[in-house]
């Protein structure tokens, strides 16, 4: 196991840039924190370039890391983990990943796109939400949180892992959801839009959730085969976007 003890280390300052969407992009690698999370991305084959831990992460994980390749290991200091880790209390142990390559030609089954969905937390939680209701992917259009940051990595708990995360224009993506006889449900309350209580289950389909706070434009839902919306039984004014998108997608998934 090699040691690194000193933040100013080339690799280490390398590293530390990867907290930028565009040098992960660049690079193809992403830092991914937390043991669980790790673990997650070994059993789903996903290739783990190094494996960073301090005395803490070796101690609490000895076993684990005592199978893992030791040319891929490097303990660090508490100093390097804390440059490292955007977590307000690192846990110890943290890995360089490569990004994963989710292009797919297959977009049958039910897909959720999120359009301009900004908060990381609501992100990570329709993609977790998405893989526990049998989703077969997610689409992000354009000012979509970026799944490979800290915030909506934790908030999937490895979800990415399961099921393909593609980015791509929305509208783009309509166009192929309805190519391939899927249709492409909206979410707003309108005239022409119907109740959640109305919608049967779909084996193919594409729903779209909108931006916390703008909801889908309208060059957006003009092109959708449906709107729905959710009833308001009590006296809140809206629902938060990751619950309505929860309640939305198993409406979809379950059978009467």
Do not use: C
């Not at 303990?75 to 989710?102: H, R």
């Not at 990751?242 to 309640?247: F, N, Q, R």
Request: glycine fraction near 8%; aromatic fraction near 8%; charged fraction near 20%.
């Amino acid at each position: 196991m090699k040691e690194i003890l000193s933040t100013k280390n080339t690799w280490i300052k390398e590293l530390k840039k990867y907290q930028k969407k565009k040098v992960r992009q660049a690079e193809g690698k992403y830092l991914l924190e937390g043991f669980h999370l790790i673990e997650e991305a070994q059993k789903n084959q996903q290739e783990i370039s190094a494996v960073l831990v301090n005395q803490r992460g070796l101690q609490e994980w000895q076993a684990w890391l005592a199978e893992f390749p030791t040319e891929k290991l490097y303990f660090v200091s508490d100093s390097v983990m804390n440059s490292l880790s955007e977590l307000p209390t690192p846990q110890g142990i943290l890995a360089v990943m490569e990004l994963k390559n989710n292009q797919t030609n297959d977009f049958s089954g039910r897909w959720l796109l999120l359009a301009e969905v900004q908060d990381p937390g609501n992100v990570g939680t329709m993609i977790r939400t998405a893989d526990a209701a049998g989703f077969s992917g997610v689409i992000l259009g354009e000012g979509t949180a970026d799944i490979y940051s800290t915030k909506v990595l934790r908030s999937m708990q490895g979800s990415n892992f399961h099921l393909p995360i593609i980015e791509k224009p929305i509208l783009e993506a309509i166009e192929l959801f309805k190519s391939a006889g899927s249709p492409v449900y909206g979410t707003e309350l309108n005239e022409a839009a119907i109740s959640i209580t109305e919608v049967k289950p779909l084996e193919n389909v594409a729903l779209i959730m909108g931006n916390e706070g703008q909801g889908l434009p309208q060059e957006i839902l003009s092109q959708t085969n449906q709107n729905i919306y959710i009833p308001i039984l009590g006296q809140a004014e809206s629902l938060n976007v990751a619950v309505a998108a929860g309640i939305l997608m198993y409406a979809l998934a379950l059978k009467n």
